[in-house]
């Protein structure tokens, strides 16, 4: 849903996207405050340069993770499946595109960028 403004003296884009209106909830306001560039900025996903060790999450840890990496709709899957750490380090492409019910592209994003980094970076500090 598009919105027109009225003009204004500044160099601003006149059409406002649904996702720039208020929200109703306080928290959710000021999640979409913090995106830049279309995405909603994650919070503690990456922390020194590497992304968190999952290893020892639970499933709320593991929810928790991909509603703060923007994927509050498809975290319930997660939760649905009782996903915890272990379980996703363990997860395929093919698990998260068929065994989850997640829509295709939101599916191939958290595996992608989410799911196959965090698996990569366990890997890399359990063999040193």
Do not use: C
């Amino acid at each position: 849903m598009f919105l027109m403004d009225e003009p204004s003296n500044q160099q601003q884009s006149s059409v406002k996207m649904a996702t720039d209106m208020p929200a109703a909830d306080s928290k959710e306001s000021a999640d979409m405050e913090n995106k830049t560039n279309g995405s909603v900025e994650t919070k503690n996903t990456v922390e020194n340069g590497q992304f968190p060790d999952p290893s020892d999450w639970a499933v709320t840890d593991v929810v928790d993770y991909f509603k703060a990496a923007g994927f509050e709709e498809q975290a319930t899957a997660f939760k649905d499946q009782e996903i915890d750490g272990k379980s996703l380090l363990l997860m395929t492409r093919n698990d998260v595109l068929t065994g989850l019910s997640i829509k295709l592209g939101p599916a191939l994003k958290i595996y992608e960028y989410h799911v196959k980094p965090l698996q990569t970076q366990h890997l890399k500090s359990n063999a040193a």
